[in-house]
């Protein structure tokens, strides 16, 4: 999210040099003051193809209240496919080729819509595939003060605000409508956010527009606007899993950032932005993320600091070694919060009856800071009356 000043998204590749991820289209952005599902040896090899105009739709069953849902599944010119439903903006499916040719899921989700409404999701909370709103990661104590006013929110991580509340982005129906650009299929949606939804002031309206490109990425547009001043932090919460064994702790990560924010025991920030030197949290060379997990109580569940911050830069880039498969992530985010699966307890079944375990999957959430609107010298995440926010992220997929 950019509250900022405009700036031009600049072409870039990964830091793994991998055939294909260099052709990234170039991106404006314009701001205002496997486990997951199907095992990639049993999928159909990745082949050119010709493609629907426009993403197909299908039901995706029935939320707990009654209403029907859809599935909207996107495709590109070389047999990649997404899928992504209009409860929550949830990316449900994502298959992408290894090495071999092999299309296979990368992603963890459920086959139907029950699935992200169990009591055992509701329980364990893990947001998979969602889009978060209307702030990304903690608020501590579910409160702030802007314009000389205290909110209070409404409290769903122990005496903290988590992905918006309660009711957050995740569990929402977006309005759908899907599409085509001259990058490839889109589903464009949108959602008014009411003023005062979970303690939030103003009428927020966003748009969210995902593009499975021709160039084997997954990119992701956010624009919002508000009626009154109000913090807005925009995601997407997909766990990650390349290989589609058990666990990600094989996977080599790169993250180009020297610091990182230094959290207290409820995963708020301090204050400080520390250096990764030294550190576990030093990822400005590739490790596995198995390598150093045992030194990080908890496990990563951090924000990084990007080094880069005009227009399109580098976020992270991922290595499954045995599939071959990668991913580059580029942002004109701020921040990335790493965060590798670690309150996966087992207690969920996916799809195709797959069980996540702890670490079944990372994500790679582009964001503004944690608890920005409780610490000043964080950018800011204040979105204004006339102003419009304009983010974009993209996922790009290699082998």
Known sequence: MTNTKNTTGRLLGGLVAVTGLLALAACNQTSSPEQGASSPSASEPAQNQTTAAVPTSASFGKTTDGTEVQLY???????????????????????????????????????????????????????????????????AKGQFTLDGKEYTLAKNNGENTLHGGTKG???????????????????????????????Y?????????YTLTNNDALKIDYTATTDKATPVNLTNHAYFNLSGSKDVLGHQV????????????????????????????????????????????????????????????????????????TMTVTTTEPGLQFYTGNFLDGSLKGKGGTVYGKHAGFCMETQHFPDSPNQPKFPSTTLQPGQTLRSTTVYAFGR
């Open 73 to 139: 599944t996107l495709t590109n010119a070389h047999g990649l496919k997404a899928t992504i439903t209009n409860y929550g903006g949830i990316v449900t499916s994502l298959h992408v080729p290894d090495k071999a040719g092999r299309l296979g899921d990368i992603v963890l989700g459920f086959d139907n819509v029950s699935g992200y409404q169990s009591p055992e999701y509701q329980k364990s909370g893990p947001y998979f595939g969602a889009l978060i709103g209307r702030y990304g990661n903690r608020i």
């Open 169 to 199: 982005f995740d569990k929402v129906i977006w309005q759908a409508k899907p599409g085509s650009s001259a990058e490839g299929q889109t589903l464009t949606l949108a959602y008014r956010s009411k003023d005062g939804e979970e303690g």
């Open 254 to 325: 790169t993250i180009p950032a020297n610091t990182y924010t230094v959290v207290d025991a409820g995963l708020i920030p301090t204050g400080e932005l520390r250096p990764v030197k030294g550190t576990p949290f030093d990822f400005t060379t590739a490790h596995t993320i198995g390598e150093r997990i045992a030194q990080v109580p908890g496990g990563y569940d951090h924000n990084w600091v990007l080094t880069e911050t005009a227009g399109l830069h580098a976020a992270a880039t991922v290595l499954e070694p045995t599939t071959g498969r």
């Open 201 to 209: 002031p103003g009428n927020l309206d966003v748009t969210v527009v």
